[in-house]
């Protein structure tokens, strides 16, 4: 039950967000994703949790697959809901000052791991 309720409140986040084209802004790009997280931990964390509490016979190695996956995926929802909290922290904090919000540190974040092995061959 709990699962189901994640599954579908999460989809109505989505789905709401996604319509509504007069609040796609940079931070409710934050909210999609932890409405995606958490739609994953309803989806496949929580379900994979009841199978391990079962005690169903797993090998070693599908048991710390399963824990693996259960907390990537509890973890991801934790960091986007930090990343939110950072993102509305520096909005109140440094109003209309010009700073670049949250999302748009990740996406420079983001740049420079992936090129950085192209500016490593260039040197």
Known sequence: V?????????????????????IQQPTFC????????DF????????????????VEL??????FISCV??????VSVLCLMAIAVDRFLGVSIPLSGVMSVVNHMMVLEWYPHNLGRLVSIL
């Open 70 to 75: 259960i907390l990537l995926l509890t973890l």
């Open 2 to 22: 709990n699962a189901v309720s994640c599954i579908l409140g999460n989809m109505l986040v989505i789905l709401s967000l996604w319509k509504t084209k007069s």
């Open 59 to 64: 090998s070693f190695l599908t048991c710390l």
């Open 40 to 55: 994953l931990v309803g989806a496949v964390a929580s379900p994979l949790a009841v199978v391990m509490d079962r005690r």
């Open 30 to 37: 934050l909210i999609v994703s932890l409405a995606m997280a």
